[in-house]
Nanobody, 121 residues
Framework: QVQLVESGGGLVQAGGSLRLSCVVS????????MGWFRQAPGKERELVAT???????NYGDSVKGRFTISMDNAKNTVYLQMNSLKPEDTAVYYC???????????????WGQGTQVTVSS
């Protein structure tokens, strides 16, 4: 069974930094891409950043220039370095992985439980 475990969330003042981590474990044949999404109260889940196994990254407009996503393929881990945090970054951050559990199964979408990030003004 595949598990995604996030860590690194917390409370930070505006202008501060946090680093999120997400480790994928379990039955994994290959990971195509990983990413971070977030959901604030009363809002829909939105893209923060994604990265492919080859290192191609994509960012949501609201975080470009402030957040950096990276991936350690050997550790099946994705990181999100968040700098210059703003109160509007407050949300639950969810890790996502697009992976195959076996060579003959399709690529599936997997999610972590989420980690709370709160930015105070």
């Amino acid at each position: 069974q595949v598990q995604l475990v996030e860590s690194g969330g917390g409370l930070v003042q505006a202008g501060g930094s946090l680093r999120l981590s997400c480790v994928v474990s379990g039955s994994i044949f290959s990971i195509n891409a990983m990413g971070w999404f977030r959901q604030a109260p009363g809002k829909e889940r939105e893209l923060v950043a994604t990265i492919t196994r080859g290192g191609s990254a994509n960012y949501g407009d609201s975080v470009k220039g402030r957040f950096t996503i990276s991936m350690d393929n050997a550790k099946n881990t994705v990181y999100l370095q968040m700098n210059s945090l703003k109160p509007e970054d407050t949300a639950v951050y969810y890790c996502n992985a697009k992976l195959k559990e076996r060579y003959n199964t399709p690529v599936g979408d997997y999610w972590g439980q989420g980690t709370q990030v709160t930015v105070s003004s």
